[in-house]
């Protein structure tokens, strides 16, 4: 029941950050096309940069390299 | 015995990922360099003909295939198989599509009114064509691991082969998160 719950947790935050990106996605978009400062966009793209880094490349795991694992 | 042994494993563990990370590291600096390039060469010039629907359109697409590729990745550290098995190949797929759009209708567009003899021209194809070169990389990295899986390669107390696939094929994302800023939409 608990892994079943780990599991969930997971794929749930996995979506969430999708959906962060995509959100991120459309913004730059609209920042993009409107007449908005360019350093905004820039802001964007490293949010986007630093989801993926995080929460799909697990750049964190670097910290504790003899611990092994991942989730 | 058996502590030494999962310390040994550890510590190897901790070299591949330090190795993989290096390795993108010195990915990283190939696309700074052709990153400062494009605004040596060209400033913040953007061709008005540049279609954004279909760089918005294929960053859609990568997007999904990192978010599928991060399903696998759960699955199979949870043991689930045929999970990862579904997503990897979805990823796959994804990332052809991505590949196959660049290739076949990008640069044949862009060729009509920035062709390579142009300073846009230069740096579009140049980065783009970089880029393309680590999606067909990526691509062969997680065929290799489907094929691993299928032999049963893979559980979730060793599933760094697919991991370290998996995060490359993630690299490979956040380097076009900062080319489709660069070449679409940075600019008046």
Not at chain 2, 39 to 48: A, I, L, W
Not at chain 2, 83 to 91: I, S
Not at chain 2, 120 to 137: E, K, R, W
């Amino acid at each position: 029941m608990q892994e079943l719950k780990i599991d969930s947790q997971l794929l749930r935050r996995g979506a969430i950050v999708f959906a962060g990106l995509l959100v991120l996605t459309a913004l730059e978009f609209a920042v993009a096309v409107s007449t908005l400062p360019g350093i905004l966009l820039l802001a964007l793209v490293l949010a986007k940069a630093a989801l993926i880094l995080i929460y799909y490349m697990h750049v964190r795991d670097l910290r504790n390299l003899d611990e092994g694992g991942g989730h | 015995m058996a502590a030494h042994v999962a310390e040994n494993y550890a510590h190897q563990l901790g070299n591949r990922k330090l190795g993989l990370w290096l390795f993108i590291l010195s990915e990283s600096m190939i696309f700074l360099g052709l990153i400062l390039v494009r605004f040596y060469m060209q400033g913040v010039y953007r061709p008005d003909e540049l279609n954004q629907v279909l760089g918005l359109g294929i960053t859609g697409i990568l997007l999904i295939s990192s978010f599928t590729a991060n399903r696998a990745e759960v699955l199979i550290s949870r043991g689930n198989r045929r999970g990862f098995l579904r997503n990897l190949a979805v990823t796959l797929l994804l990332g052809l599509v991505f590949l196959l759009i660049v290739v076949a209708v990008e640069w044949p567009e862009v060729y009509h009114f920035a062709p390579p003899s142009t300073g846009y021209g230069t740096v579009f194809y140049v980065l783009t064509g970089m880029h393309a070169f680590h999606v067909l990389t990526g691509l062969l990295v997680l065929l290799v691991v489907l094929m691993q899986s299928r032999r049963d390669r893979y559980s979730p107390a060793d599933y760094w082969g697919a991991q370290g696939g998996i995060i490359y094929w993630h690299f490979v994302d956040l380097v076009w998160v900062f080319v489709y800023m660069v070449l679409y939409l940075v600019g008046p």
